[in-house]
């Protein structure tokens, strides 16, 4: 029998595991596919490292430590990446960094401006549940949904803010307006609207977070769990190597695959989870030749835009080697919530648009490198009523003592959100053990 056995080989399984470790437990991970990581995955080809899945990780204090912990040495991203820029009209505009420079910016109109300006006025918390598309209309006007808080949601959930809850897709912004009645008046006296932190990666990539995390703890790859029962104060686990036993459990596997291994301990959970709406996103790793691509993180593009890449991250501008010389490298992203049709279509298609678009958008005429990748189910949504699932997760673990569910659709789907939730969850674990 294990004491420990997780499910899934993903940052927050990955980095439960490392915490238990550290805390002198036995542990072992349990992971389907041949590499471990599920969403972060750096490849290598043609001189370009790209990622595949999350670029960079927004590290507060907390997660910065947990690095130091990890005996990892992030690297910052250059600090051109505070310039971002948004598409409009046929142009990137930067996005103001402050409140002077957004007065003068050319990204909203006079009347969007004011209509900000009049914010503190704004009508106060509403009761029911919004969408960040209602709440965003309220506070702040429609212009300001659609051409800065629209592509946020975009580059974060890939998600469409007409369906997102402010309360459980942003927390922040909504704690804010609890409160303060106000966000200009909250991000004022806290100093700070978004989350803070600085961006960061590694040397070689986000995978060299997953190889060093993993270092030591016993991983059984291409080893699917499909089935889990309760058997008195024990979990037996179906494995590709046959049965396993264990008194504590962790599932850190997507929504939809925790789904299915719950069922035989709560059909209903099992059903509510498969609900969770994953959206799928393709992305695009390009590399150009040197001159067209701008200094800064990158360029989001609103919908109201009438194009279908939602944005790109100047990769190559943010940290060093990733491009051979004399070229860069752009990440593109597509799909999301609000254009799910693009999965369907084929590398080849996905190419043209992209070559079209960032031709239209960057004035790239030749593209050096390309390489597609899609992900059919990419990110969970945090849409209206998301609380069920929260406090489904939260009585599940109450009625079967020793599971422990974890995971971006849970946690947040930030991988800081998911580190730093492994902390709680290490923590339960422990209690439970002793
Ligand atoms: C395209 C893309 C871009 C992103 N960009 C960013 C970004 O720039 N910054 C950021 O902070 N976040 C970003 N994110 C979000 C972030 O990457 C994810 O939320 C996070 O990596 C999810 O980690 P996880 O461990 O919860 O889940 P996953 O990474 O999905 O890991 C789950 C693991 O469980 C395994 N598994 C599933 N079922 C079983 C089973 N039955 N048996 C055994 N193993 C199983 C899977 O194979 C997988 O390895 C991005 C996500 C995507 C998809």
Same mark, same amino acid.
């Given at each position: ?25 036995? +542990?072992? +991970? ?26 960079? +990780? ?5 997660? *910065? ?10 690297? +910052? ?64 006007? /429609? ?5 800065? $808080? ?49 961006? $960061? ?35 037996? =686990? ?42 799928? $996103?393709?992305?695009?790793? $390009? ?67 992209? /070559? ?24 969970? /949504? ?7 699932? =929260?406090?489904?997760?939260?009585? *599940? ?7 422990? =569910? ?27 053990? /002793?």
């Amino acid at each position: 029998m294990r004491d420990i056995v997780i499910i899934g080989s993903g940052i927050s399984g990955l980095s439960t595991a490392f915490r238990l470790r550290k805390l002198g437990y036995d +542990v072992v +991970v349990y992971e389907k596919d041949e590499d471990i990581g599920g969403n972060i995955k750096t490849a290598t080809q043609e001189g370009y490292t790209f990622e595949l899945g999350p670029q960079t +990780v927004l590290a507060d204090e907390e997660v *910065m430590a947990f690095f130091k912990e990890a005996g990892l040495e992030p690297l +910052v991203a250059s600090p051109s990446s505070k310039n971002r820029y948004i598409y409009k009209g046929g142009k990137l505009v930067p996005l103001p960094m402050s409140p002077l420079l957004f007065l003068f910016s050319p990204l909203l109109s006079l009347t969007a401006k004011l209509r900000v300006l009049k914010e503190p006025w704004a009508s106060g918390p509403v009761k029911n549940e919004e969408s960040i598309a209602d709440f965003v209309r309220r506070r702040l006007g /429609q212009e300001f949904l659609d051409y800065i $808080v629209a592509p946020f949601v975009s580059g974060v959930y890939a998600g469409d803010p007409e369906r997102l809850s402010v309360k459980y897709a942003t927390r922040r912004v909504y704690a804010l307006e609890q409160e303060f009645g106000s966000l200009i008046r909250g991000a004022l006296k806290k100093k700070a609207l978004g989350p803070k932190g600085v961006l $960061v990666s590694f040397e070689g990539g986000l995978y060299t977070l997953i190889r060093e995390l993993a270092r030591g703890v016993e991983v059984k790859r291409e080893n699917v769990v499909l089935k889990i029962r309760k058997k008195e104060d024990r979990f037996i =686990l179906d494995t590709r190597e046959g049965k396993v036993e264990t008194k504590a459990l962790v599932v850190s596997s997507p929504a939809y695959t925790a789904s299915y291994l719950l069922k035989d301990l709560s059909w209903s959970a099992s059903l509510e989870f498969d609900r969770i709406d994953y959206v799928p $996103v393709v992305v695009v790793n $390009v590399g150009v030749k040197s001159g067209n691509v701008p200094e800064g993180f990158g360029v989001l593009i609103p919908r109201r835009e009438g194009k279908r890449i939602l944005g790109a991250v100047f990769s190559s501008k943010l940290f060093p080697g990733r491009a051979p010389a004399g070229k860069d490298l752009l990440t593109v992203y597509l799909g999301g919530a609000t254009d799910r049709e693009i999965i369907e279509l084929s590398n080849e298609a996905i190419t043209e648009i992209v /070559q079209k678009e960032l031709r239209e958008v960057l004035g790239i005429n030749s593209i050096d490198f390309i390489h597609v990748r899609k992900w059919k189910r990419a990110i969970p /949504q945090y849409t209206l009523g998301y609380g069920k699932y =929260l406090n489904l997760a939260k009585e *599940m673990e109450e009625i079967h003592r020793g599971l422990f =569910l974890t995971g971006n659709y849970l946690s947040g789907v930030s991988v800081s959100d998911c580190i730093r939730f492994s902390e709680v969850t290490a923590k339960k674990v422990s209690e439970f053990l /002793q």
